[in-house]
């Protein structure tokens, strides 16, 4: 009687093993293992073929891991030097925007301090500006408050429905004298 009989073997994977350690070393990387994959069933003849495959699989996934964790580390290492430069910049603006203020409330009740922009208009005396260029005249407009805008924009609104509504209205009084 001929009897076929299974021995589970479980393979070792030093290389996998080693690489996934040094993966996880790097606390902004997160290792994903996938369970162990069953290979079949092989006869005891080819059980050699089969160690030697699974060696060679786990040495090139070694080798896809390290790879995988060096391109990671870069991107994260760019990412991180981006948001340093950002966080530098944002520092540095808001260091200037908060000298500015201090400056604007140190002066802002004085009688000659201008707390508000000025428009100018600079016409030279050339079409190529140099340093040798003369200024020829200046001519001047001042910005308008934020609130006097509104006001003169709701009378303009206030004007164009007013005769809108006339327009409107006149249309159905025209449209009303229709005789059926």
Do not use: C
Not at 16 to 45: H, Y
Not at 96 to 102: F, L, N
Not at 116 to 127: G, R, T, Y
Not at 135 to 162: C, E, H, R, Y
């Amino acid at each position: 009687m001929n009897k076929s009989t299974s021995i589970p073997k479980e393979f070792e994977t030093p290389d996998v093993d080693k690489a996934v350690d040094e993966v996880k070393k790097d606390p902004n990387i997160t290792v994903v293992e996938k369970p162990a994959e069953d290979l079949g069933n092989v006869s005891s003849k080819d059980l050699a073929a089969k160690e030697k495959e699974v060696d060679q699989l786990q040495k090139e996934q070694a080798k896809k891991i390290a790879q995988q964790a060096a391109e990671l580390k870069a991107k994260n290492e760019k990412i991180a030097k981006e948001n340093a430069e950002i966080a530098a910049k944002n520092k540095a603006e808001k260091e200037r925007y908060e000298k500015e203020v201090a400056e604007y409330n140190k002066h802002k009740n004085e009688n000659s301090y201008v707390n508000e922009a000025i428009s100018k208009n600079l016409v030279f005396d050339q079409s190529v500006v140099t340093k040798d260029t003369k200024i020829s005249s200046i001519k001047g407009g001042k910005f308008i408050k934020a609130t006097d805008f509104n006001k003169v924009m709701q009378g303009i609104q206030k004007i164009s429905l007013q005769n809108y509504g006339k327009i409107w209205a006149g249309k159905l009084l025209a449209t009303s004298r229709i005789p059926l």
